[in-house]
């Protein structure tokens, strides 16, 4: 029996080839994954678009762009292009959304600088984006992740980044693991919902205490500290009723089990602890 | 030559006893610390209050109180009593600050109810505090420490919190650890100095990757990603010039080596990226 609006991010079964994922999925009955763009290139980009299109799957999510913190002009130009490139595969892959995860603080500049030049990229990749048919949703990871990863650490925050975009250009992500802490996070998922933002929803859970590096450290659904069910209701009521949810876990542990299993397992919790 | 401003937290040098700590201050012509409740306990009250009057030192907060998140009856009304002691000790070590530490998420609980009781245990020992002369300093710690920890993780969730009570009673630490990454932590600042809650101004630097368990993770002044002495000037114009800066690092580098050399080392660090 399908679980409705369940999409698996392929992150969250990492064990499984593109191949695994398409074929686990369909004999599970899920009908949409989240993908990443390595593998997806591995495989080869219009093979991968064949392969889910075929199964039948829908692509809720592409990830990720992003990483917009680079100084030198070189660089920065290549990255430019290379999310050019990831907007044209999500195309490709038929997704209309484009996670991004902006990146870090670069060596020797300031939280504000990196700020500022997330803000710019956004300028200049947008357009290309919606002339694609595809959505740049950016992202705010948790602010453990700030100095390292992305300088985009609130919902607020990616709200008043996306704010100079037009609606179809530039969305927001809304992910459980990342926000669920924010004093103001039920408000911000609220505007979020009325300024037309909300591009992606995805969830994982908060547990403790945190792997060294902390990014391996997210929890399998019901297993950690995050209202789950609170926070997909408020998002509901912002508009996103009916749409999927993606489930993204990283975590070594369900990484090393069988790949069924863990997708078994997922479905269920998602049934207790989401829906 | 004294360097202006400088105190140091226990914590920061905690190879270093109680008597250690101060003859190790007054060698370096450090005249204001930073106390922890267990090792005065352990060396004894008032014997720990002339060992530092005699010495010539200042106080400049004791930590700490806070856990507020119990929710058998019996657990909560002990925590208060403990919370009333170190309002004493406070007193007694001759300090008007009391930092708290609020608590995670109770088991079973959520945040938003913890938030709550936190704000509960506020409107008990207020008064008893303001009775002291001793001032609650709520602190915000940076939301990787939410679900178990402490559930305020923002200064504006600090500065709402302290808002029912009068200024002399309660309010809150300004600590560049666990706030550099907020995007409104410099208009944050801005107002709990207009609002006459600013208790404690505490520094340690961002760097990563964090250690497993993350409570460990404070980085040396100058070492991290953390604009130090921006925060410093924000907080001066806020109404803090002139005030004591508390430096306080948790790093088991730092433990494992000689604390004069850690100390002059932290001296030489507050210098150049602090003042």
């Given at each position: 029996?399908?679980?409705p609006?369940f999409?698996?991010?392929s992150q969250?079964?990492?064990?499984?080839s593109?191949?695994?994922?398409?074929?686990?999925?369909?004999?599970?009955?899920?009908s949409?994954v989240?993908?990443?763009r390595e593998?997806?290139q591995e495989?080869?980009?219009?093979?991968?678009?064949k392969l889910?299109?075929?199964a039948?799957?829908?692509?809720?999510s592409?990830c990720?762009g992003?990483f917009?913190?680079?100084?030198?002009p070189?660089e920065?130009?290549?990255?430019?292009?290379?999310n050019?490139?990831?907007?044209e595969?999500?195309?490709?892959?038929?997704?209309?959304?484009l996670v991004l995860?902006?990146?870090?603080?670069p060596?020797?500049g300031t939280?504000?600088?990196?700020?500022?030049m997330?803000?710019?990229?956004?300028?200049?990749?947008a357009?290309f984006?919606g002339?694609h048919g595809?959505?740049?949703?950016?992202?705010p990871l948790h602010p453990m992740?700030?100095?390292?990863?992305?300088?985009?650490?609130?919902?607020g925050?990616?709200?008043?980044?996306?704010a100079?975009?037009?609606?179809e250009q530039?969305g927001?992500v809304?992910?459980?693991?990342h926000i669920?802490?924010?004093p103001?996070?039920?408000?911000?998922?609220v505007?979020?919902?009325?300024?037309?933002?909300i591009?992606s929803?995805?969830?994982?859970?908060?547990?403790?205490?945190?792997p060294e590096?902390?990014l391996?450290g997210r929890?399998q659904?019901?297993?950690?500290?995050?209202?789950m069910?609170?926070?997909?209701e408020v998002?509901?009521?912002?508009?996103?009723?009916?749409?999927?949810?993606e489930?993204e876990i990283?975590n070594?542990?369900?990484?090393?089990?069988d790949g069924s299993?863990v997708?078994?397992e997922?479905?269920?919790?998602?049934?207790?602890?989401?829906?």
């Amino acid at each position: 029996m399908s679980v409705p609006r369940f999409s698996l991010n392929s992150q969250t079964i990492k064990q499984w080839s593109l191949e695994e994922l398409v074929s686990g999925c369909v004999a599970a009955d899920v009908s949409a994954v989240g993908l990443w763009r390595e593998p997806v290139q591995e495989y080869g980009l219009e093979r991968a678009a064949k392969l889910v299109r075929d199964a039948g799957l829908s692509v809720t999510s592409l990830c990720r762009g992003g990483f917009f913190t680079a100084t030198d002009p070189a660089e920065r130009a290549a990255k430019l292009d290379d999310n050019r490139t990831a907007i044209e595969e999500a195309a490709t892959l038929g997704t209309d959304t484009l996670v991004l995860v902006s990146g870090g603080i670069p060596q020797g500049g300031t939280v504000g600088d990196a700020r500022s030049m997330v803000a710019d990229a956004l300028a200049e990749l947008a357009p290309f984006a919606g002339e694609h048919g595809v959505r740049l949703a950016i992202e705010p990871l948790h602010p453990m992740f700030c100095s390292d990863r992305c300088v985009v650490s609130t919902l607020g925050q990616a709200l008043d980044l996306a704010a100079p975009f037009p609606t179809e250009q530039v969305g927001v992500v809304v992910d459980t693991y990342h926000i669920w802490w924010d004093p103001q996070v039920r408000e911000q998922i609220v505007r979020a919902g009325r300024e037309g933002r909300i591009a992606s929803f995805q969830v994982a859970d908060w547990i403790t205490p945190l792997p060294e590096g902390v990014l391996l450290g997210r929890g399998q659904l019901g297993d950690g500290a995050i209202e789950m069910r609170a926070l997909r209701e408020v998002t509901d009521e912002a508009g996103w009723a009916g749409r999927p949810i993606e489930v993204e876990i990283f975590n070594e542990a369900l990484w090393s089990r069988d790949g069924s299993e863990v997708l078994r397992e997922t479905l269920e919790r998602f049934t207790e602890h989401v829906l």
